[in-house]
């Protein structure tokens, strides 16, 4: 950590507990059995990469979801199956991150969508009174910039918004493929790998 000064973090897997197999599962049960081909934690088809970037509303999407099945089925099951993979927030996490915005500019970097937008701000309000934007300087979600990783242009937007120099910046994910971006444009990384939390790293102690 000698020289950093500004904190880059991924959300999923990294500050939120996720599981893409639980979406997967409860998408068999509304009768899609092949989920998978769609989209897994490493793998994700154009038709949910525009929904990462905002191309796609979220009407057009829980359509375009229902018309994968054999039968009708409400939208609120299809949001509720969508999100069946956001699971919780560990609360040392979040004590680390208030403890940290302290000692560092701080910043969350995310491909998301709108509909897990608002499902896990609930979720960590409903946690601990916060939003994510009372634990960070600043927020980037994918469907708002309109740009995901691991393209550069996201880290980009990020370095030049806040005026941070990328020697001096650490980016943290828990998806290796992330980080082609962030290496060319010039952040330190840090992979957090299965089993390791942001919690163990070496930050900084007052």
Not at 103 to 129: E, I, K, V
Not at 146 to 165: D, F, Q, S, T, W
Not at 174 to 190: C, M, P, R, W
Request: aromatic content about 12%; proline content about 4%.
């Amino acid at each position: 950590m000698n020289g950093i000064k500004n904190l880059i973090f991924d959300l999923g897997g990294v500050i939120l507990n996720i599981d893409f197999d639980l979406t997967e599962q409860a998408f068999k049960k509304l009768g899609l059995p092949n989920f998978s081909q769609y989209i897994t934690r490493f793998h994700i088809t154009t038709f949910f990469k525009d929904y990462e970037i905002g191309q796609i509303s979220d009407a057009d999407f829980i359509q375009e979801l229902k018309a994968l099945l054999p039968q009708p089925v409400s939208d609120e099951a299809i949001i509720a199956a969508w999100n069946a993979l956001l699971l919780d927030f560990p609360p040392e996490r979040i004590e680390l991150l208030l403890a940290l915005k302290k000692q560092y500019r701080m910043f969350l970097l995310s491909n998301t969508n709108a509909l897990h937008y608002q499902a896990f701000q609930q979720q960590l309000h409903a946690q601990t009174g916060y939003l994510m934007e009372d634990l960070f300087e600043k927020t980037y979600y994918s469907h708002i910039c309109h740009l995901r990783k691991p393209g550069a242009a996201i880290y980009e937007l990020v370095v030049k918004e806040n005026n941070l120099l990328p020697a001096e910046t650490l980016f943290m994910d828990d998806t290796a493929t992330n980080f082609s971006g962030a290496i060319e444009v010039g952040l330190q990384i840090k992979h957090i790998k299965p089993g390791q939390t942001i919690v163990e790293l070496p930050f900084k102690k007052d």
